[in-house]
């Protein structure tokens, strides 16, 4: 949007320019053109200013926020940042396994133009085949949509289903893009609490008590990030009658379900709620370690008769971004049908597993720091007591970290935690590097105060 310049301090500044310079359309043997080149760079460059959207005023992706700046400034300057902001596999050494590369590389002669806008048949059945291993009912190949990463099919299910005021129920902490896709669509984001003293579950009371009439969606995030809490038959199912009572939209966002840690099982949402209208989103990204691949999908299942208008919208979304990487979707059927690969790396002699393992144990050994057993996902969500290190401002904290350690994390509030006690940290490095890592956070906060 471009708007004028609101401040009239520089007026006076720009009356002398026309005394000196006429209307700027005037030329005399002195001057010459210059007068026009004057007034219209004067007029390009103060008198205007570009301003982004205002549905922008109140979304925030703190993940890749002000801190990471900072870090990248430090990074130019030639110092070595370690990075556990991102749960992004690649730069620790996790490579997508060697079948999915080879299928991609060996279907790139038959990639290069568009697919049906919902996705290659391939890869779709593959997925809703997927589901029926999961014990989901009714799903059809035209139920299935593949995106570019999970990220871009929650934005169009949410721009197709809100209206301006209309409000959803996220989890908090949440994976923020969750709350920034409704408030893009002009929706309210309605945070119920998750709680940390009962293994990171939702506060059912809470969740029943932000019900309103203008509440359209229930989002789920299991397993959860930040948290890596799994949730049990028994939460869903009180979420899920919760959303039968009210006749809401549920939203699964199951991005890990196949990583697991000890004995936690992953239950799929949909398959205890064939009467709602639930949509599952899922992708390659963690599982199979091709971040950058960008290979998502959402599966829509439940009484789909009574959705037709909105299943419309997002074909309509679906439409006009003409269809997904198609490269990146013939990794889906290998990826689905083939070895499970993450399975070796959450055995009790696998990365994941003994990552996950020291994360915990380093972080509680801090004083004045404790933190609940991730069991999925590849975060820990650690709380900082503030009667040992009262902390105001995490963003600060957070900031302060980097600049003394040269550590990047993520704060707590970023995830939408009301209060400024918690921050999150990846799991992907070696032992050694977390060892370094969270050794240099403990001694940080000896010494820590705002």
């Not at 205002?54 to 870090?71: E, S």
């Not at 002009?186 to 709680?195: E, K, T």
């Not at 809490?229 to 890990?256: K, P, T």
Request: net charge negative; with cysteine.
């Amino acid at each position: 949007m471009i708007a004028p310049l609101q401040s009239t301090s520089l007026a006076p500044t720009l009356s002398a320019f026309k005394r000196i310079y006429g209307s700027g359309h005037t030329q005399d043997s002195q001057h010459g053109s210059l007068h026009t080149v004057w007034i219209v760079h004067f007029r390009d460059h103060i008198a205007m200013q570009v301003s982004k959207s205002n549905k922008l005023a109140n979304v925030c992706y703190d993940i890749r926020g002000p801190v990471l700046k900072h870090a990248k400034r430090l990074e130019e300057e030639g110092h070595r940042i370690l990075k556990l902001n991102i749960g992004n596999p690649a730069p620790f050494g996790f490579e997508a396994p060697d079948e999915i590369l080879q299928d991609v590389i060996r279907n790139l002669p038959t990639a290069q133009g568009y697919s049906d806008s919902k996705g290659l048949f391939s890869a779709r059945k593959a997925v809703m085949q997927y589901y029926q291993q999961k014990q989901v009912e009714g799903i059809g190949i035209e139920d299935i949509y593949l995106g570019n990463g999970v990220s871009e099919l929650i934005v169009m299910a949410m721009q197709a289903l809100l209206n301006n005021g209309d409000e959803v129920l996220v989890p908090a902490p949440d994976y923020p893009l969750w709350t920034a896709a409704v408030t893009l669509a002009g929706g309210h984001p309605v945070h119920y609490l998750c709680d940390e003293q009962a293994n990171w579950w939702p506060d059912l009371a809470d969740i029943k008590a932000k019900i309103t009439p203008n509440t359209k969606a229930l989002v789920i995030i299991n397993p959860n990030n930040p948290t890596g809490a799994v949730y049990s038959r028994e939460v869903l199912q009180g979420m899920l009658e919760l959303a039968r009572q009210h006749n809401l939209v549920v939203f699964s966002d199951e991005i890990y379900d196949k990583i697991l840690y000890d004995d936690a099982v992953h239950i799929c949402t949909a398959s205890l709620a064939p009467d709602l209208l639930c949509l599952t989103f899922n992708g390659l990204s963690k599982s199979y370690r091709v971040a950058g691949f960008r290979s998502g999908w959402v599966a829509i299942s439940g009484p789909k008769h009574n959705a037709q208008s909105y299943i419309e919208g997002i074909d309509m979304l679906a439409n006009m971004r003409l269809c997904a990487n198609v490269p990146s979707q013939h990794a889906i059927q290998t990826a689905l049908g083939g070895y499970q690969s993450i399975n070796d790396l959450l055995l009790p002699a696998g990365r994941l597993l003994e990552q996950r393992n020291r994360t915990w144990e380093l972080l509680n050994d801090i004083p004045g720091v404790s933190c609940v057993k991730p069991m999925g996902a590849l975060y820990a969500f650690p709380r900082i007591d503030p009667k040992v290190c009262p902390i105001h401002n995490d963003e600060k904290f957070v900031l302060d970290l980097l600049l003394s350690e040269k550590l990047l994390v993520v704060q707590g509030t970023a995830f939408n935690w009301p209060w400024p006690d918690h921050f999150r940290v990846v799991t992907l490095p070696r032992v050694d590097d977390l060892d370094m890592a969270i050794g240099r956070i403990g001694n940080f906060l000896k010494s820590y105060r705002q």
